[in-house]
């Protein structure tokens, strides 16, 4: 470890690590001297304005489903965690791929 504290690299690597902090913690205490203590749906409810002519990517999605199979696919892929989900994704058949990719659009 010794050896590690006398590189050349790891001194620069650690100093800019400990800017980057330096920086980060300045602009959180300005946010907080500013706002107060915000909580993270208030911070996004005041700085990101919702457009009610657009809508997120998220709401606007609707699945293709056209039949029992992409019924079933859609259903199994809504109700997987993040952690099942690619456990789940790579036991698809090649015929349950195929309904995912036109439920899905990818």
Not at 16 to 33: A, C, F, G, H
Not at 55 to 82: H, N, V, W
Not at 85 to 106: D, M, V
Request: overall charge negative; aromatic content about 10%; some cysteine.
């Amino acid at each position: 470890m010794k050896e590690l504290k006398d590189d050349p690299l790891y001194q620069d690597l650690k100093k800019r690590i400990d800017d980057l902090e330096s920086k980060i913690d300045n602009i959180t205490n300005l946010i907080l001297q500013k706002d107060g203590k915000i909580t993270y749906p208030e911070f996004v409810k005041k700085y990101y304005k919702s457009d009610t002519q657009h809508t997120s990517a998220l709401s606007a999605f609707k699945p293709d489903i056209q039949s029992d199979l992409d019924e079933r696919m859609y259903k199994e892929s809504q109700s997987c965690t993040g952690g099942e989900f690619s456990a789940w994704h790579g036991n698809l058949t090649a015929e349950e791929r195929e309904s995912y990719k036109r439920i899905y659009g990818h």
